[in-house]
């Protein structure tokens, strides 16, 4: 089977090659800008962050507000933010990063498995295993977050669905995919 | 269950496997599962194809055994 010819599959892989690259350069950018903070600090001084230390699939809602002096409640300015709470905002990012880039890998190798004309094997049912230990680790670790600012410690606690849904399904492509292989292996024993 | 008769009728019309393998176009490998009983099933066009190619009848290959297994 020509991959191209199933377009759906086609544009998968795309999406998912283009995901890849983009997470992995959005992250590098964000990188770039905290670090270009150590050289020049007033850089970061438009900076802020609405959903840093919220719970959340890592997204930090980094936007630059050039000229605003005075930031909204529950929005941190970047050059306010500690060493320690600088470090726990990059881990948390990284961490989620990690994960996704894990689970788009997988679904490449999905498709890659369907364009070799090997849909039902244990290989593909290893994969939606891994995808969905993946989310549902993605779902734990963005289920909480917390902040220690200028002495003001504060956690926070929401159920965040996207990744859970993801695992569910992953658990139940699990299962859908081991019948497929049982339904092959019985067709390949008729002879 | 079933059991399968293939190398009985094949002794019995002096034919082998690889014989019959050639002339119902199934892989040798495939027969030998089928003669020692060890596939799920077979299609009605290779029992066809086997039927022609021994010229019997699928009773002929094909035996019903009822199980003696102790509950």
Redesign the interface.
Known sequence: MNLSRNKILYYSDLLATGAYYLILFLFLVFLAFIASGYFFPEALAPATLNNAFNPGYGTVGLQLHPGVKNVPENVFRLQDLNGGMLAWMILRQAFFVWITILIIKRVKKVIASVKELKTFYQENIEHFKQIAKLAFIGFIFSCFNFSYIDGDFSFRLKIIWGPLILSMLSLLLTEIFKEGKQLLE?KN??? | MITVHIDVMLAKRKMMLKELSAEVG?SET??S??KTGK?????FN?LSAICEALDCQPGDILEYKMDNTDD
């Open positions: 019985d024993s008729i002879i | 199934i495939n027969l599962l089928l596939a799920k099933g077979v299609r290779t």
